[in-house]
């Protein structure tokens, strides 16, 4: 009997998609408004999370009622100091009840069907642990991010970033890994490949995490998927930067002497924790020559970077 058939069908692929749990971890510092938007376009799926969980690294702010009535269900964790995102992010995944973890930045705004096309990604097979999106800024012409890449010279790489839409990236996937922004991950490959420091790496505090979690994940023989059709909007710089370098180009020049020494710590944490004795030989040239160039503008145009550098290198935030 088709009709039967057919209804045995939908009720098969109804129950697999309410199985498919998602927790939400959004990490916010409320510095600006941009969490209310954010908000708004999670409870605006068609696929709607299983659990959204604020991890607040807010200090010295009294939002957490306004946040609290306007948002009800949604479940706020906050210890009164900023925790960085690395460990927010590990906070809100050990508490996390869902089969898959979506994790946010506090400037990103969701298409409705952002988590229903996402899953999607999971399906492909039982190794995609990590799925990205196609990640726009909020003029919705200009591409964020098309998928996380490792670069010859050990950077993280962005696909599309900064270049007008164009549906050059219209095409289905696997790539290297996801932007931090707004990572999906199966939650038992986060089980998989946790270290003692955490899901993810907690002496990272913020930039690099995503690609250091996703080389260590392909380690594991875990892979990520593109899908075109999941669209999130992104204010690149929302979280990092002043207003005089949000969307800007060359967004090391609009960070703090203190960000921007996590940001050349952190690359060179990432080769540490995941090359291998062939990588590092085989890309030894781009990676020298790409360490000269950045160190020679540090050391003429931003020395207060070089001197915090060798002075907090080894440093580890408190546990």
């Known amino acids: 009997m088709p009709n039967q058939e057919n209804n045995a069908n939908l009720q098969t692929a109804a129950a697999a998609n309410a199985a498919m749990t998602v927790s ?99 399906l492909i097979n039982d190794r995609v642990g990590m799925v990205s999106g196609k990640i726009l800024r909020l003029d919705k012409k200009t ?10 010279w ?39 490949i946790k270290k003692s420091s955490g899901y993810f790496d907690s002496r990272f505090e913020m930039f690099y995490e995503d690609l250091d979690i996703a080389w260590r994940a392909r380690k594991y023989g875990w892979r990520a998927y593109y899908l075109p059709a999941a669209v999130a909007y992104h204010l690149r710089g929302g979280s990092a930067r002043d207003d005089s370098g949000i969307g800007k180009a060359h967004a090391r020049r609009y960070l703090s002497d203190q960000l921007h020494c996590n940001l050349i710590k952190n690359r060179y944490r990432t080769i540490v924790n995941n090359e291998t004795i062939l990588g590092f030989f085989l890309h030894l040239v781009p990676v020298l020559v790409y360490d000269l160039a950045v160190w020679s503008y540090l050391i003429l145009f931003r020395p207060k970077v070089v001197r915090i550098f060798f002075s907090r290198f080894h440093q580890t935030p408190e546990e």
Do not use: W
């Open 24 to 122: 939400v971890i959004l990490v916010t510092i409320k510095a600006k408004d941009y969490i209310y938007s954010c908000l708004d376009s999670l409870f605006k799926q068609t696929h709607p999370p299983f659990e959204i969980m604020v991890m607040d690294n807010s200090t010295g702010l009294d939002s957490l009622p306004v946040l609290s009535s306007q948002f009800p269900a949604v479940k706020i964790y906050s210890g009164g100091k900023n925790l960085f995102y690395a460990r927010a992010l590990n906070q809100g995944i050990a508490l996390s009840g869902g089969k898959f973890v979506l994790c946010l930045n506090d400037d990103v705004i969701l298409d409705p069907e952002f988590i229903q096309k996402g899953l999607e990604g999971f």
């Open 143 to 152: 591409l964020d991010s098309a998928g996380l890449f490792l670069s010859p």
């Open 154 to 192: 050990r950077t993280a790489k962005e696909r599309g970033y900064g270049r007008p839409d164009k549906g050059q990236f219209n095409k289905s996937g696997f790539i290297f890994g996801v932007s931090g922004a707004v990572a999906f991950y199966r939650k038992d490959m986060l089980e998989v």
